[in-house]
């Protein structure tokens, strides 16, 4: 249990396109989804989190109408990188926080996505 | 603010050897610890995490991590390290107050056979 998936795993577009990326839960619902941003060799950096129903809150420093969340369902939040430019070249995870119903045990934790490459020419 | 420091940006040890990976935390209030392993272009495999009770975390694969309070550290250990073990791994602490989680720096493992 507790499986998220990130869609797609690697994306490849020219400047100034949009990509948007896709995080799921698949085996539950999740209150809070989260978006780390991780350049090579270096740690994760939070992005924004995002709760079903409402408004994405943004760290410092992250460009909102550039990063674009939409947790729309319980079990699905996506990032839209919007007019993407080579130095958003990164590898983008999603974190997903499981409703306190889902099992006890896993309150507090956050369910990792595998990342999506995205690589801007 | 919370903050976690992982001194060593590489840690090596032969298969067989015991393994440290050091962590230490800056939280207001009573920390939630985990650590996390990521092997190359994957995302995070959690390990263990450390919310209250006994000092002595086991996780996964043989993993285990002590919280020691008075020096705000929590350092993974394995008693004998596989090559297997080689990957990328990250301390993180969350405050109890809500679920923004802060990473380390990562330290990467290096287990030579």
């Known amino acids: 249990g507790a499986v998220v998936s990130q869609h797609p795993s690697w994306v490849i577009c020219k400047s100034g396109t949009s990509v948007k990326i896709e995080c799921r839960s698949l085996?539950?619902?999740?209150?809070?989804m989260f978006w780390y941003r991780q350049f090579p060799k270096q740690s994760l950096m939070l992005m924004a989190t995002?709760?079903?129903?409402?408004?994405?809150?943004?760290e410092q420093g992250v460009e909102k109408d550039k990063f674009l969340i939409n947790h729309a369902s319980l079990t699905l939040s996506t990032l839209t990188v919007t007019s993407a430019h080579p130095e958003d070249s990164s590898f983008y995870i999603c974190s997903a926080a499981p409703h306190r119903d889902f099992v006890p045990s896993t309150y507090n934790e956050q369910f990792f996505g595998p990342g999506t490459r995205l690589t801007v020419l | 603010a919370q903050s976690v420091a992982q001194p060593e940006d590489q840690v090596n040890v032969a298969e067989g050897n015991p393994l440290t990976v050091k962590c230490t935390y800056s939280?207001?209030?009573?920390?939630?610890l985990f650590w996390y392993v990521q092997y190359p272009n994957r995302g995070l495999q959690f390990l263990l995490k450390y919310i209250t009770g006994d000092n002595l975390v086991k996780g996964s694969y043989g993993f285990e991590a002590e919280f020691n309070k008075s020096q705000t550290s929590f350092h993974l250990k394995k008693p004998s390290a596989l090559v297997s073990d080689s990957a990328l791994y990250f301390c993180a602490v969350r405050d109890t107050g809500g679920f923004k989680t802060i990473f380390g720096a990562g330290t990467r493992l290096f287990v030579k056979a």
């Open positions: 939280v207001s209030g009573n920390p939630y």
């Open positions: 995002s709760n079903e129903g409402s408004k994405a809150t943004y």
């Open positions: 085996d539950f619902q999740a209150t809070t």
